[in-house]
């Protein structure tokens, strides 16, 4: 019996197995070994072995390190404040009210657009010359110039702007997910929490928020991984720019490998991603989702 | 038992499907080898006059050779993704691709060259520096579609005002015509730049300056810097760094001071390039553009333009050294992978015979005589500036080296939005970009 559910199970397990390898593990493999290589793209037989140079050169890159630091910024920022909006909007939306479901549905509609196309959105409306946020501030009588703030080509906002437009489009995804989470906790906690005489404050703290901490775990790694990874938005919004002030590390590795041909510098630098996503994913599972912590 | 047995041959069915998938591939790449298929393929930027003209003259291509024009078009730097993942694959794809001038070093390694192309007559009829810029290493790679540099385009119903003389002459003590220097452009910049809906707010910009993050920036500046003298341009003989020398800080200064100090451009000069600036052209809120030549074209086009029919065109301006220009020329190239050699070169040909489709286009062509011809039509009136500019004395190719894309990048598109902002003196962004290029430069 055991024999046969084993096999059957390596049966299963084998077309999903050659995907993986196929498909990950052996790009993976390449670019491992790439990244110890100086490659020219244009004579691939001028291959010349170079050890971790590409790697130290990396690390002690300052246009690396600006990018990394960016990128560290873009997700702390970003995330951060989608969790925070999506956090307050599920609430909002978790008691049932006339008109929450149309609601629900017009606050998921971001969701549903392409990064590209938030990027050129979101560049339009940017514009200082012709950009509605500027002329609407300006109107308001926020702004005494339409072109007082050049949000894509002040380099002390052009990263933030690119957050804006990031904020405007994922926050939807922790809402959804959040809202699923809270949806999914017993009525019956809460019964017993007005029965003794807890008011909302208390229900949140002692009985929402705990039990959404394993949701709330999987949306931020999930959202956390995919900032890191953004490229569209800043692509089309910025470029990186100016001068190197909103680039990531997906839009210099992009530029490093297929704009000046160094496929040995971006599959480095592409690996130190990698393992630090690695790190940083491990780091949240084992600290929030301590199987401890949820058996006491 | 009977179900594992089945289980597992349906396993194996899935894999062997997926190893078949894979073969498939390679039978599409054996046929297109034996050359039985009668195709060309030609790779061209989607949108673009190549893609336009690549479809007008398929149907006559095929009646003369009886090849049939396989056009795959893709965004610009999609183009030269593509060519150069061909280049690295050697897998044959393209047959035909056109491209900017700016890719021959990177590319060239796989390019086919095309000397036997280059007949006297043919290189006869082209402007200074054509041949050269589709060349590497004096080779030839590149057949040249058309040309085009900056040239000055503006309002010349603003210009020809009564009062508007009369005002300028006032201020300024001179008449008001096109500018030709550094000295009469900013002047000019300056009389326009004003509100006039008196509601407080500057509406009008005598003209605008590049700064957004891609090479247009620096074609735009390295347009003044060839004015005051730069020449050869960035990097020098042996690879000597010159881009922290007088004639780029002076350029570059020059371009600050419309921004910072005269305040006669938009003051999100760090957004600005092409685009954008014919946009506020066109809805009238500058009055004159350092632009592609052909921009002429729409700028007289009611339905693109506000202000058609009252548009003029003139040379690109000029400084110390005399009239000097970046040239944007593209070119059509053959993969050396291509298995279509022969055919390829009679299409290069066939579509050089066919340069005046380019004109009518987009407003530039490769070959003077087509230049010479139009020039005298409505309609086509930037001609006659846009060849002065191509031939004036200081204009002149990018270097052609590998690293130029790097440089740009990395180097002179932020140095000039370093200077641009405020971040660093002109001097200063420039003596930093030198050290970025000397880094990123081969070791002497």
Redesign the interface.
């Known amino acids: 019996m055991r024999l ?1 559910n084993g ?2 199970s390596t ?2 397990f ?2 999903a197995g ?1 995907f993986m390898l196929v498909f990950l593990v052996y790009p993976i493999f390449l670019l491992i070994r790439d990244s110890f290589y100086k490659i020219d ?4 037989s001028l291959r010349e072995f170079v050890g971790f140079a590409n790697y130290t050169n990396s690390l002690t890159s300052e ?1 690396f390190l600006k990018a990394l630091w960016n990128t560290v910024v873009y997700i702390g920022v970003a995330v951060g404040f989608e969790f925070i909006l999506g956090l307050i909007l599920a609430l909002l939306l978790s008691n049932a009210f006339k008109g929450s479901q149309f609601i629900r549905t017009l606050l998921l509609s971001p969701l549903m657009l392409a990064p590209l196309v938030t990027g050129i959105i979101w560049k339009f409306m940017l ?4 950009g509605i946020v500027n002329w609407g501030l300006y109107k308001l009588g926020i702004l005494s ?3 007082q703030i ?1 949000w ?4 002390r906002f052009a990263l933030y702007s690119t957050i804006i437009a990031d904020i405007w489009l994922t926050t939807p995804f922790i809402m959804l997910v959040l809202l699923a989470g809270i949806k999914g906790i017993p009525i019956s906690l809460y019964e017993s929490a007005d029965m003794d005489g807890a008011n909302k404050w208390h229900k949140f703290r002692y009985i929402t928020f705990p039990s959404l901490i394993p949701v709330a775990t999987v949306a931020l790694l999930i959202r956390m991984i995919d900032a890191a990874r953004t490229f569209d938005i800043v692509w089309v919004l ?7 002030s909103s680039e990531l590390l997906s839009t210099y590795m992009y ?1 490093t490998l ?4 160094e496929v040995g510098q971006s599959s480095a630098m592409a690996v130190i991603f990698i393992i630090i996503l690695l790190v940083l994913s491990s780091f949240f599972i084992t600290k929030m989702w301590s199987p401890r912590r949820r058996h006491s | 038992m009977k179900k ?1 047995g089945i ?2 041959i349906v ?1 194996l069915l ?2 062997s499907s ?1 190893f078949l998938s894979g073969c498939s591939g390679e039978k599409t790449g054996s046929s297109e080898a034996k050359g039985d298929n009668k195709t060309i393929t030609v790779l061209v930027e989607g949108g673009s006059p190549a893609f336009k003209v690549a479809k007008e003259t398929a149907a006559e291509f095929k009646e003369e050779t009886g090849y049939t024009v396989k056009i795959e078009s893709v965004p610009y ?1 999609g183009v ?2 593509k060519l ?1 993942a061909e ?2 694959s050697q897998a044959g794809a393209f047959d035909v691709a056109t491209i900017d001038i700016l890719w021959f070093p ?2 060239a ?2 390019l086919l060259p095309l000397e036997d192309l280059m007949t006297d007559d043919l290189k006869n009829d082209l402007f200074p520096g054509l041949v050269e810029g589709g060349s590497y290493q004096n080779k030839v790679y590149g057949m040249p579609v058309w040309t085009n540099a900056k040239n000055l385009i503006y309002r010349k119903d603003l210009f020809e005002d009564e009062k508007n003389k009369a005002d300028f002459q006032a201020k300024y003590g001179y008449e008001l015509h096109p500018p030709t220097t550094w000295d009469e452009y900013s002047d000019v910049a300056k009389f326009f730049t004003k509100d006039t809906n008196n509601d407080g ?1 500057v509406d009008m910009y005598g003209t605008t300056v590049f ?4 090479g247009d920036a620096v074609a735009s500046w390295l347009d003044h810097a060839a004015q005051a003298g730069a020449k050869p341009l960035v990097v020098g003989d042996k690879g000597k760094v010159l881009v922290n020398t007088k004639p780029y800080v002076d350029s570059l200064q020059f371009l600050v001071d419309l921004l910072k100090k005269d305040q006669s451009v ?6 600005m390039a092409s685009a ?1 600036t014919s ?2 052209f066109w809805n009238g ?1 500058s009055a004159m553009m350092l632009a592609w030549g052909h921009f002429y074209v729409p700028s007289n086009d009611s339905k693109q333009s506000k202000v058609a029919g009252k548009v003029g065109s003139a040379p690109m301006i000029g400084g110390g050294a005399g009239i000097g220009a970046v040239p944007g020329p593209w070119y059509q190239v053959i993969p050396s992978s291509s298995k279509k050699q022969e055919i390829a070169k009679e299409y290069l040909n066939f579509i050089y015979e066919k340069n005046e489709l380019f004109m009518k286009s987009l407003g530039v062509a490769a070959r003077k005589s087509i230049f010479e011809s139009y020039s005298t039509q409505q309609g086509y009136e930037h001609l006659k500036p846009l060849m002065m500019t191509l031939s004036g004395p200081q204009t002149q190719n990018r270097p052609a080296i590998k690293e130029w ?2 440089i740009e ?2 180097a002179l ?2 140095a000039v ?2 200077a641009l ?1 405020g ?1 660093k003196t002109p001097q200063e962004a420039l003596d930093w970009a030198a050290d970025v290029i000397k880094d990123l430069l081969p070791p002497q």
């Open positions: 046969k096999a059957l049966i299963f084998f077309p050659i793209i244009i004579n691939p246009r514009n200082d010359q012709f110039d339409p072109h050049l894509l080509s002040d380099s910025t470029q990186g720019g100016p001068g190197f530029k297929t704009r000046y041909g | 594992k289980l597992s396993s899935l894999v997926l730097t030269y993704d150069k280049v690295a990177a590319l390694g796989g707010k700064g957004a993050n891609n938009p003051s999100g000069a760090l957004e954008e946009e506020l809120k894309q790097e990048s990395e598109i932020p939005q370093y902002s971040e």
